[in-house]
C-alpha cells in the first residue's frame, strides 16, 4: 500500500468533502487597463496571452505605473506562487513561478486559497478542470467563462494530508517530464545546427551576384483603420504567437475596434515574411499563411512583403534566418531593458539576389531541410506527448475521490 492510499484509508476512508470552489478559494478579476495609459515603467500586465504552459510568462508584456493616474491598484497584483486562468478565448490555468510579479488584467483571474486547501493542489485541480469549465463558456465570437461557472466549479477537498502527498507525486511527475522535454530539445536544437550549417553554404553566393537592400525588394505594408473596422473580428499575431521553434504562428487572440492592444496596427498578407524586431536575437520569424490573409499583427514585426517579380517570399525567409543576417541585427540594435531594432534599419540590410529561377532552385533544397527539421519538432516531442498524456491520466486518478455522503 502507498503512502497516498495509507493517508486515505486513515484520515478519510469513506469519501472526501467536495465543495464549491468559491467556498474554499477568494477569487479576484483584473483591472480594465487602458491602452492609451501604457507607460514603459511600473509594473507588467498579464494577459490570456501571458499564460503559457501553465506558467506566467513575462516576455512582451505592457507596462502601466499607476502613481501617474493616482490610483490603487495593489489588489491586482499577482505575487509569486500566485494561479490564475484566462477566462476569455482558450481556458487557461496558470501560477507565477518567478519572483517577479504583475499585474492582473481584465478577463483574467486570480485565486487565494483558504486555509482548508493547499496552493498548489489548487493549482493542480484548476488544471485538470479545464475541459469541465470550458462547458461553462459562453458568448459571440470571443467565448467568455463568468465568475459564477469559476466558483461554482466542484472540487474535492480531502485533508491537508492527503493534499500534500498529492502535490508532491504530481511535482515528480513534472519534474520528470521537464527532464524528458530538456532531453529531446537538446537533440532537436543540435539537429537545426547541422541544417543551419547546410543554409549557409547554399546560401553563400559568389561576388557576382548582386546583393539588394530589404527596403528596395520589399513592398510597404499598410495599417489598420479601426475607426473604419467597427463589428469586425480580427486574428491578432502578437510576438507570443510565433513558436521560435516552429517558426509557426501557433496561437492567437480576437480583437475589435474595442478591445484592440496599442500595438495591434499592421495589416499582414499571406506570404508575408513577419520579423520580431523586439529583443530580436531570439530569432522568431515566420511567413504568414493563408489562414491569416488580411488579419493583424504586432508593430513588435517588421513585415516584409516580397516584391515577388524581383525575389521570392521564401528567399528573404531564409535569407533573415543566416548568421550574416544575425550579426548585422547585433552591431544594430538597440540596447535596453528590451533590445530591438528599428524596421528601417531592418530593411536596410542586404540579401544577394540571384535570378528567381535560381532562387527556386535554392529555396526548394531549403524546404526540404526545414520540413525535415519541423518532422523532428513533431516526431521527438511526440515522446513528451506521451509522457504528459500518462502525466494527466494520473493526476486525474490522484484528484478523483469517492464523494462522501452525508
Known sequence: MSKLEELI???????VEYRRLGEVSDFT???????SLFLTEGLPICRTTNIQGNEISFENMEYFNPDYYFVNLDKYIIYPQKIVIGMSG?????????????YLNQRVGMFTPMNSILNKYLFYILCNSIETLTTGLNGGSVKNLSNDDIKGLIIPVPPIEVQREI????????ELT???TAELTAELTARKKQYGYYR???MLLNDTVNRHKLGSICIKPENIKWNESKNEDYQYIDLSSVSREKGKIVETSLITSENHPSRA????KEKDVLFGTTRPLLKRQTIVPHDYDNQICSTGYCVLRADQRKVLPQWIYHSIQTSDFYKFIELNQVEGSYPSIPDSVVKQYEIPLPPLKEQQRIVDILDKFDAYCNDLSAGLPAEIAARQKQYEYYRDKLLTFKELKA
Open 167 to 174: 502535490v508532491r507525486i504530481l511535482d515528480n511527475f513534472t
Open 200 to 202: 549557409h553554404e547554399l
Open 9 to 15: 484509508q486513515k484520515l478519510c476512508p469513506n469519501g
Open 90 to 102: 482558450t481556458i487557461k490555468v496558470g501560477i507565477n513561478n518567478s519572483k517577479n510579479i504583475c
Open 178 to 180: 521537464a527532464e524528458l
Open 265 to 268: 496596427m499592421q495589416v499582414v
Open 29 to 35: 478579476t483584473g483591472f480594465a487597463f487602458k491602452s
